[in-house]
């Protein structure tokens, strides 16, 4: 039991700071600026759902999207773990990885009129919380997963991080008072400087199980 709760802890850990909710609040509040509090409280939950049905989907068919394409788990890492320290030192500067989102999407979004439904999953849950950097994590901790309870731990983490999502999102507000934005540049930098020892942990793995090391 303490296993899988350290496995969880872990996991959760590394998804807080590949989504980075709290570095999204700046966007959210750009892209629902005109909204009351209800109507974004209805986009944290549509955007937190969003992100937990595209994290479980992909989990669930990494290994057929593997064997399909001919590719490895332990090339997926070292491209993964790649991919993940692009986003880490973008993240170090303190500015939002454009391998999620573009600041020009940003805009476009915030200046066109949107439904709610296209806020919460484009560009909210896709690509700027679950982006391919969280699918790329789920996928490879799935397919690694052997036990259906480790299997169950990996489900249980997204969902978590859904639900840290709906309630970062839901106090955009207080979070940004109290924050600001340099302290919410901080927490990026500090989501990156984690992020940045996830990715070379990641591809040492790939190269470890590649080369039989």
């Avoid at 944290?44 to 990494?62: E, H, M, P, S």
């Avoid at 896709?126 to 969280?134: D, E, F, V």
């Avoid at 500090?190 to 996830?198: A, F, P, Y």
């Amino acid at each position: 039991m303490i296993e899988y709760l350290k496995y969880f802890i872990i996991l959760y850990g590394g998804l807080f700071a590949i989504t980075n909710p709290v570095g999204a609040v700046p966007v959210f509040l750009s892209v629902t600026h005109d909204l009351s509090w209800r109507e974004r409280r209805e986009i944290a939950t549509k955007t937190a759902i969003a992100v937990v049905v595209t994290l479980v989907v992909f989990a669930l068919i990494g290994e057929w999207i593997f064997k399909f394409f001919g590719s490895s788990t332990d090339a997926f890492a070292i491209a993964g773990g790649i991919l993940l320290f692009k986003m880490a030192m973008e993240m170090l500067s303190g500015k939002l990885s454009t391998v999620k989102i573009s600041t020009e999407e940003t805009e476009e979004f915030s200046e066109e009129v949107v439904t709610l439904e296209e806020v919460a999953i484009i560009p909210l849950a896709i690509p700027l919380i679950s982006g391919p950097g969280a699918i790329t994590t789920v996928m490879l901790y799935m397919a690694k997963s052997h036990h259906l309870s480790e299997k169950a731990t990996v489900i249980a983490s997204i969902v978590a991080i859904g639900l840290t999502v709906w309630l970062v999102l839901c106090s955009s507000n207080r979070i940004q008072k109290k924050l600001g934005r340099v302290g919410i540049k901080v927490m990026t930098r500090m989501m990156g400087l984690i992020l940045t020892s996830m990715a070379v942990q990641m591809i040492i793995n790939g190269i470890k199980g590649a080369f039989g090391l």
